[in-house]
């Protein structure tokens, strides 16, 4: 999918970028003078943008920690400590 790409103009009509946004769930790149000056979302997709940098760091940490000797928490360790903390629901 190509980005949607629109005039500083634009900003005008509110209420077009919004709903482009909200529609799309992708960033809107707004020009100024032909170039890239501003992007803008709906909060849903930056809190989706959050989240998946929030993911991303987190496996960045542990490669790290493999990478240094920290030796990986077994797999059923894991998941007996969730279910202790969340409840004994299956995980």
Known sequence: MFPTIRPISDLRNTNLISELCHSQQEPVFITKNGYSDLVIMSAAAYEKQLSLLEVYR??????????????PTPGKEVFKRLRKKYGTASV
């Open 58 to 71: 987190k496996l960045d940490e542990a490669e790290e920690q493999l990478e240094s000797g920290v030796s």
